[in-house]
DNA sequence: GGTAGACCTGGACGC
DNA sequence: GCGTCCAGGTCTACC
């Protein structure tokens, strides 16, 4: 929520998103929680047209994973000091973007940088070349693919993105023309295997931002690590010494299918 | 298959 | 205020 386009309303915590509809048309989505699903409406005193509000629906529908059953996880958590909170929470869902192009977009953006290095660079970016609200127009949508492909590499560069920039640029070329299909990876049908080898092709995404996507597909099978789970994983099981990647997966190898999950909302004392 | 070094930026730190 | 060092994943060249 904290990388634009998502925001949070000040006043009432309500998860917001401004949006690009196939229409055309930019507006801003408030999202909240509603009996048995999730309430969205907009701002703005406009009429939203029948097609309008299916993509709505359909897009909101991926963003929070409505689809997903949990309770195979829930069961498993149960006898789990680590993880029993998760069921009472109801934890599990994690946010993602309407598009596979936007979060693998982002993901690249959080490799070897600070978190704050990663808002700094998907502002940039979206405030750049992403479509106004016409209501506020300092505020924008994601840029598509065919918007970002239009940039120069440095002008990327110059945004600080760094020697990501090409990567970025390579991203939404091979999307606009085709040539990359990344919304098909939102499959079910295509095997876990076969979507991370797919992604590990994509230049810029290595071991780390595979897991984290696949963790956004909805597939637990990896877990995303890096600097933060070497160290709290070392502190967790091996008394603060240094430990590799290794050592890290063995630590959540037990949780099969769910891994990704088991490590994504363990309770760390530390 | 494994490893070292380069890539880029911002922040911490010493002077 | 300036210079240096370091953190952070991925890629490439090399062994």
């Not at 509809?21 to 507006?27: A, E, N, T």
């Not at 299916?54 to 929070?64: D, N, Q, Y």
């Not at 704050?116 to 479509?131: C, D, F, K, N, Q």
């Amino acid at each position: 929520v904290q990388l634009p386009p998502f925001g949070v309303d000040p006043h009432d915590g309500t998860l917001t998103r401004i949006e690009l509809l196939r229409s055309g048309r930019v507006i801003e989505l408030f999202i909240s929680e509603a009996a048995g699903g999730a309430s969205v409406e907009t701002h703005e005193r406009i009429s939203i047209t029948g097609a309008e509000r299916e993509e709505i629906a359909r897009k909101v529908w991926w963003m929070l994973n409505l689809g997903q059953s949990f309770a195979p996880f829930y069961t498993l958590t149960r006898e789990e000091p680590g993880l029993n909170h998760v069921e009472e929470q109801a934890l599990g869902r994690i946010l993602r973007s309407p598009t596979v192009f936007e979060d693998t977009v982002k993901t690249i953006l959080t490799t070897n940088t600070t978190w704050a290095g990663t808002i700094r660079m998907v502002e940039a970016l979206v405030s750049t070349y992403g479509p106004p609200l016409p209501t506020d127009p300092s505020r924008h949508a994601f840029p598509t693919a065919g918007q970002l492909a239009t940039a120069e590499e440095r002008e990327l560069r110059e945004l600080g993105l760094g020697y990501r920039a090409p990567y970025v640029l390579t991203l939404a070329r091979d999307t606009a023309s085709g040539r990359l299909d990344l919304e098909a990876l939102k499959e079910d049908r295509l095997p876990t295997s076969e979507v991370h080898h797919r992604l590990l092709g994509i230049r810029g995404v290595g071991e780390y931002a595979a897991a984290n996507l696949l963790m956004l597909l909805g597939r637990y099978n990896f877990v995303p690590v890096d600097s933060w789970a070497r160290n709290v994983v070392s502190r967790e099981w091996y008394g603060g010494q240094p430990i590799g990647d290794g050592e890290v997966k063995a630590a959540f190898e037990r949780w099969g299918p769910w891994k990704g999950l088991a490590y994504w909302f363990w309770n760390w004392s530390s």
